[in-house]
């Protein structure tokens, strides 16, 4: 019995959809964080403030992009990753329903860490439709 066959066919498989989230979905840089903050608009939530920015110049992207801030009063180095990773995920989830000019900055809040991750699904989702609705 060899596991070889099953997979080279899953490697040959180019139906399945890529469900990452690539660097070109990320914003990275300070600048892109830095303009962001200072000429997009503020949606404060219970569990964070989301900063959107809707960017002039959206040729070449494929969605919407995120960056995450979150400071180290909202906890320890493996409870701040733990907070990056869901809000990560659940944008993820919401990228498809958002025009890619959307620059959004995710700023979390200490209730994060004892929210449930559909509870931050639906805090996302609303500051999707209130980006897409401006």
């Given amino acids: 019995m060899s596991v070889t066959p099953k997979l080279a066919s899953l490697k040959e ?3 399945v959809p890529r469900r990452g989230f690539p660097s070109c979905a990320r914003i990275l840089r300070s600048a892109d964080f830095r303009l962001v903050y200072d000429k997009g608009f503020r949606v404060s939530g219970p569990l964070f403030a989301a ?3 809707a960017r002039n110049e959206p040729e070449g992207r494929t969605s919407a992009r995120l960056g995450l ?3 180290k009063a909202v906890g320890k180095a493996v ?3 733990r907070i ?4 990560r995920e659940a944008f993820r989830m919401q990228r498809a329903e958002i025009d890619a000019k959307w620059d959004i900055v995710l700023n979390p809040r200490r209730p994060v860490l004892k929210t449930t991750f559909a509870e931050i699904e639906k805090a996302v989702r609303k500051v999707v439709e209130t980006c897409a609705s401006r």
């Fill in 84 to 87: 990056k990773r869901r809000l």
């Fill in 51 to 53: 900063f959107c920015l």
């Fill in 79 to 81: 409870e701040r990753n």
């Fill in 13 to 15: 498989d180019k139906r």
């Fill in 69 to 71: 801030t979150v400071p």
